[in-house]
């Protein structure tokens, strides 16, 4: 079970770091024009 959360918890920072790139916003940015 602790080893379910750890495993969550490194997905979310994760999740964070991809929310604040560059590439990310790009992607949402292209995203939103189709």
């Known amino acids: 079970m602790l080893q ?3 495993v ?3 997905l979310l920072e994760l ?3 991809i ?3 560059e590439l990310f916003s ?3 940015l292209v995203g939103g024009v189709f």
Do not use: D, H, R
Request: net charge positive.
């Open 4 to 6: 379910t959360q750890a």
């Open 8 to 10: 969550s918890a490194e």
């Open 15 to 17: 999740l964070k770091n």
């Open 19 to 21: 929310m604040k790139s």
């Open 26 to 28: 790009n992607f949402v």
